[in-house]
């Protein structure tokens, strides 16, 4: 089984430039979530796909926007960026049933640092 | 309104010693899930353990065991037998049905750390 991927692992970009984030959902999974984490915060949802919808959003702009593919896979995308969206961005994946108890599979992360 | 509260920046412990990490939260849904995840510099989120609002028991995990007291809203992680690896941030989240849709919402974590 196949763990949750993501890519590239980090990544320097100056501000106003577009960014595309990748991520691969653990095999049979159908929900992504990407979360945004700050240096010294926790991570702040941003948005969840599932079975390639956006179902769920959280405080972020409309520059933040996203993909899910058939094969569930994920992209998250950032424009025009701006010094505050460095951060650690992390993906997740899980079986959405609808449930409380689903459990959301991390991957490793892409660290974003906006010039 | 702030839904995950962990009160302690940072913790010191010692090798050996058991440490309890605080979080409390705050929800309407009667159903709900709470998490505790472990992050090391590396930045990979690590499951650690899950207790489900229904539960009758406190959940366990090896080391880890989560005192459980749904009255008070707190759901505190104890590590028990404190190894050097467990040097890491901690997080604790919560998992409601309120928005519509299922997510998980984090607190600010608590730095551990470990001393020989």
């Known amino acids: 089984e196949t763990g949750v991927t993501q890519s590239p692992t980090h990544l320097i970009k100056t501000r106003g430039q577009q960014v595309t984030l990748r991520c691969s959902s653990q095999s049979g999974h159908n929900t992504v979530s990407w979360y945004q984490q700050a240096l010294g915060q926790g991570p702040q949802f941003i948005f969840q796909y599932y079975r390639e919808e956006e179902n769920g959003r959280g405080n972020f702009p409309p520059r933040f926007s996203g993909l899910q593919f058939p094969n569930y896979s994920s992209e998250l995308n950032v424009n025009a960026l701006e010094l505050d969206d460095s951060a650690l961005y992390l993906c997740?994946?899980?079986?959405?049933?609808?449930?409380?108890?689903?459990?959301?599979?991390f991957g490793p992360g892409t660290r974003l640092t906006v010039l | 309104a702030q839904k995950i509260t962990q009160t302690q920046p940072g913790m010191f412990v010692q090798e050996k010693e058991a440490v309890t990490l605080d979080c409390t939260y705050d929800t309407s849904d009667p159903s709900y899930g709470l998490f505790w995840y472990k992050q090391p510099s590396s930045g990979e989120m690590i499951f650690l353990i899950y207790?489900?609002?229904?539960?009758?028991q406190n959940a366990t995990e090896g080391r880890y065991s989560l005192n459980f007291q749904k009255a008070r809203k707190s759901a505190n992680l104890v590590i028990s037998a404190s190894q050097l690896g467990d040097s890491a941030m901690y997080f604790c989240?919560?998992?409601?049905?309120?928005?519509?849709?299922?997510?998980?919402?984090f607190g600010k974590g608590t730095m551990l750390l470990v001393s020989p």
């Open positions: 989240a919560m998992r409601d049905l309120s928005s519509g849709y299922s997510t998980l919402t």
């Open positions: 997740a994946s899980s079986l959405d049933s609808g449930r409380a108890s689903n459990e959301q599979f």
């Open positions: 207790q489900g609002s229904y539960d009758q």
